[in-house]
């Protein structure tokens, strides 16, 4: 055995030194967020800075209780159970021109050419409003992966001058699998169906639905044995002998039915079920019908067996596994926007939100806390100091994630735009975000030097009251 020198073994030392201290600097959490810290970045720090984090806020029936007030007070909120059977041409015509119609602002494609009349005229005749019959009677249908709604059922993109990339304004929102549909029309070249899932009515491809009788539909979804994806996304597993079933993408809140174990053996393609969930998953036949078939989600998925219990904890955590993924404007880059971020937390708890930010906030629903225009600063905090962690702030266009009081400041997270610093020269300079962060709530977010807390119109807890 060689003799190593003492000289040579501090030298070696002396670099794993420096290389480790390098590598630390280098990671070293620092941003131009005032009174934000590293620590402020992991859910447990807010879990143990809030009171009572593991109570139940409420039970599986009053959170039921919650979702059926959604239904009565928000009209864009439904029971797919109870939809209309049947409407008639004037009604369905005025559902989809609701929706499907040219923007009274200039638009241009991905190219920057700017949409003409003529274009829009291509897109009103595929909504096919010509063969609507005196009375169309609904079918139903459900997701098999995830997709998305469009203004139009079209899959082009149009934008604002100067965000060609980041906005589609015919986007509306990302549909995730297993999510039931009443369909009430057809596009002309037959690749869309016009359709209603429980929080949303817009034109979605038809390739990502598979038909199914209403009966057949809600007896699958409505299987009182389930997974509810909690993860960020959850996977199925890989299978090499059926692509359908390969790697399925589930984002949270996703409710994905249990096989009983009558529907399956000890091995399920070439592949043991143990240590594995066997779950039943919508696919397509080659009439488009829905088709139920087992696959095997691991038990080491991010997924819990029902829903999350209603707690501080549950809300705090959720959030969490969000922090630092893409702003994705109405479901745009496999991501979120700031009120898809809201619903899928609150998925996972089974509490079934409204869509869009105006429709969360309705003052019709929950506990509210409103901020009236024009009040000061102090006074807007002493609002916040009544509102419990992991209640939701609203103002116009934007939502976000109450995550507490810690040393005098209140805190948020949520994903957004950007927000301004104020330079030396006593500027605002504008630092662009485009994700999921923990901020104060008193960060400016205009080049005026207003910030998020003055603009603030509603906080809620979504409980529910006595009225």
């Not at 009171?51 to 029936?61: I, R, T, W």
């Not at 993860?231 to 390969?246: A, C, H, I, W």
Request: charged content about 25%; overall charge neutral.
């Amino acid at each position: 055995m060689k003799r190593i020198k003492l000289k040579s073994i501090l030298t070696i030392a002396f670099s794993l030194v420096m290389t480790t201290t390098a590598f630390a600097a280098g990671n070293d959490f620092s941003n131009k967020l005032p009174n934000v810290k590293a620590d402020m970045l992991k859910p447990g720090f807010w879990i143990n800075n809030a009171s009572n984090a593991n109570k139940v806020v409420m039970n599986g029936a009053q959170t039921e209780q919650l979702n059926e007030n959604f239904v009565k007070e928000i009209s864009t909120v439904v029971d797919l159970e109870k939809y209309n059977q049947s409407f008639t041409k004037n009604e369905l015509k005025e559902k989809i021109l609701n929706l499907s119609t040219p923007s009274k602002n200039p638009r241009y494609d991905k190219y920057g050419n700017l949409v003409t009349e003529e274009y829009y005229n291509k897109l009103n005749e595929n909504l096919n409003l010509d063969s609507l019959q005196d009375v169309t009677s609904v079918k139903y249908g459900i997701t098999v992966r995830r997709t998305l709604m469009k203004t139009f059922p079209t899959y082009d993109l149009l934008f604002k001058q100067g965000d060609n990339y980041e906005f589609d304004r015919l986007m509306e929102t990302a549909v995730y699998p297993i999510e039931p549909l009443v369909i009430l029309g057809e596009s002309k070249d037959k690749q869309w169906y016009f359709a209603q899932m429980y929080n949303y009515l817009a034109w979605i491809p038809a390739k990502d639905v598979a038909l199914a009788t209403k009966e057949k539909l809600f007896d699958y979804v409505n299987n009182n044995r389930f997974l509810v994806a909690t993860g960020k996304r959850v996977f199925t597993v890989y299978n090499p002998l059926d692509k359908e079933l390969s790697e399925i993408k589930f984002d949270m809140g996703v409710r994905i039915p249990l096989a009983d174990n009558s529907e399956f053996k000890d091995e399920l393609y070439g592949q043991s079920t143990v240590t594995n969930y066997v779950v039943k998953v919508p696919v397509r036949d080659n009439d488009g019908n829905m088709v139920l078939k087992c696959a095997l989600i691991p038990r080491s998925e991010d997924v819990n067996e029902g829903y999350l219990p209603y707690t501080k904890k549950s809300i705090l955590n959720q959030a969490f596994k969000f922090l630092g993924e893409r702003y994705g404007w109405g479901g745009m880059f496999e991501a979120r926007d700031c009120s898809a971020f809201i619903m899928d937390i609150y998925r996972s708890m089974g509490i079934k939100l409204p869509r869009n930010t105006d429709e969360q906030e309705d003052r019709a629903v929950g506990k509210i806390y409103e901020m009236k225009e024009n009040i000061p600063l102090k006074e807007r905090e002493k609002i916040l100091k009544k509102l419990n962690e992991g209640g939701v702030l609203y103002m116009p266009g934007h939502t976000m994630l109450y995550l507490g009081q810690y040393q005098g400041e209140h805190y948020m997270i949520h994903d957004f735009s950007g927000y301004y610093n104020k330079e030396s020269d006593g500027s605002y300079k504008y630092y662009k975000a485009r994700q999921v962060m923990v901020t104060p709530v008193k960060l400016v977010g205009s080049d005026d030097g207003k910030t998020y807390l003055e603009d603030m119109t509603t906080v809620k807890e979504f409980v529910l009251t006595n009225k």
